[in-house]
């Protein structure tokens, strides 16, 4: 289950890049900065996804110290 939660990850976050770029493209940005702004985008919020998860499993592992 947790393969197929970090894929829809990566796609949803993928897809919110991509329209960045084209959002971008479409204003008549440079090419490089619409890349460089989507490509940011992405490596942003995927940290963002993993710290997340990291502080949920966390949070878990403390509620389970307190509960014994």
């Known amino acids: 289950m947790k393969i ?7 796609a949803t976050v993928g897809f919110s890049a991509f329209m ?5 493209m479409a ?6 900065f619409a890349v460089a702004f989507g490509g940011g985008l992405f490596v942003i ?5 993993s710290l997340i998860d990291e502080l ?6 403390l509620n389970q110290k307190t509960e014994q």
């Open 4 to 10: 197929l939660d970090k894929l829809f990850q990566i």
């Open 20 to 24: 960045a770029y084209k959002f971008l």
């Open 27 to 32: 204003y008549h940005a440079p090419e490089w």
């Open 45 to 49: 919020s995927m940290l963002l996804h």
């Open 56 to 61: 949920v499993e966390i949070r878990r592992k």
